[in-house]
Nanobody, 114 residues
């Protein structure tokens, strides 16, 4: 099973993007679905995640601007990104954690111009 991320691109500051991450098959025992990002020269950081029970968590830097959601029948998680800032520029990775391990998507580039 693979995770396929999409939706990245180039946008001006203040703009919006919606990222999607879909699983190619069924993954059992999912505990958390989330998004991480990694900017050049920086460590990968958690952006947002949502538990199997629907509890959401956001990095302080994106609170109020980003929204994570999921469509379980479609095996997809979304990241709606509003009011984008140049500092949001990074490669965004989806990450699904299960009781036995974790799955990573291939990354999608988000570039925000000032």
């Amino acid at each position: 099973v693979q995770l396929q991320a999409s939706g990245g691109g180039l946008v001006q500051a203040g703009g919006t993007l919606r990222l999607s991450c879909s699983a190619s098959g069924t993954i059992s025992g999912i505990r958390v679905r989330g998004w991480f990002r990694q900017a050049p020269g920086k460590q990968r950081e958690l952006v947002a995640d949502i538990t199997a029970g629907g509890i959401v968590n956001y990095a302080d830097s994106v609170k109020g601007r980003f929204t994570i959601s999921r469509d379980i029948p479609k095996k997809t998680v979304y990241l709606q990104m509003n009011s984008l800032k140049p500092e949001d520029t990074a490669v965004y990775y989806c990450n699904w954690r299960t009781i036995t391990g974790a799955y990573w998507g291939q990354g999608t580039q988000v570039t925000v111009s000032s």
